[in-house]
């Protein structure tokens, strides 16, 4: 699975480097008409996460940050735009002895990499939109945390960077 996700967030990485670079080269930009459809690269922040109910722990709000790359498909409108993509990136989550089921006695932030698909609306440079992921946590109570590989739905934000 880590190389997997790994390799998943290698390949994200360099499209998104090549679209740049090649778009950097050429030096000129094409002038863009309403309803053109492109290719959107974003960096994007989930503020938070609304986690289902799970082994009769009830539904949480989780307002620990997420940041994540994103790439996708974006409808051109005349001042805006709207887009769907996947994203893949980094946050952290509360551990404790409820989200463990009694594994642990303590509590710590642990370290997540976060994989889901998204819905935007692009206003220029700034975004909004809705997601939909998974979180893996990537140290050792992994197997103990009731969220591990569990959907979350969040609010997203992001920057335009192309």
Same mark, same amino acid.
């Given at each position: 699975?880590?190389?997997?996700?790994?390799?998943?967030?290698?390949?994200?990485?360099?499209?998104? *480097?090549?679209?740049?670079?090649?778009?950097?080269?050429?030096?000129?930009?094409?002038?863009?008409?309403?309803?053109?459809?492109?290719?959107?690269?974003?960096?994007? /922040?989930?503020?938070?996460?609304?986690?289902?109910?799970?082994?009769?722990?009830?539904?949480?709000?989780?307002?620990?940050?997420s940041?994540?790359?994103?790439?996708?498909?974006?409808?051109?409108?005349?001042?805006?735009?709207?887009?769907?993509? $996947?994203?893949?990136?980094?946050?952290?989550?509360?551990?404790? /002895?409820?989200?463990?089921?009694?594994?642990?006695?303590?509590?710590?932030?642990?370290?997540?990499?976060?994989?889901?698909i998204?819905?935007?609306?692009?206003?220029?440079? *700034?975004? $909004?939109?809705?997601?939909?992921?998974?979180?893996?946590?990537?140290?050792?109570?992994?197997?103990?945390?009731?969220?591990?590989?569990?959907?979350?739905?969040?609010?997203?934000?992001?920057?335009?960077?192309?």
């Amino acid at each position: 699975m880590k190389k997997r996700l790994n390799y998943t967030l290698g390949c994200i990485l360099s499209v998104g *480097f090549c679209i740049c670079k090649s778009l950097d080269a050429t030096g000129q930009t094409l002038p863009v008409q309403a309803g053109d459809t492109k290719i959107d690269i974003d960096i994007i /922040t989930i503020p938070f996460k609304i986690r289902p109910g799970v082994r009769g722990f009830p539904s949480q709000l989780n307002a620990n940050l997420s940041t994540a790359l994103y790439l996708g498909k974006r409808k051109e409108m005349l001042d805006s735009g709207y887009g769907y993509g $996947v994203f893949a990136g980094l946050g952290s989550v509360t551990m404790n /002895t409820y989200v463990t089921r009694q594994a642990i006695d303590y509590e710590y932030d642990g370290f997540v990499s976060s994989v889901g698909i998204a819905g935007i609306y692009d206003a220029k440079r *700034f975004n $909004v939109g809705l997601a939909l992921g998974v979180d893996h946590l990537m140290d050792k109570n992994k197997t103990k945390w009731i969220y591990q590989h569990q959907p979350w739905v969040g609010i997203l934000l992001g920057i335009n960077l192309n």
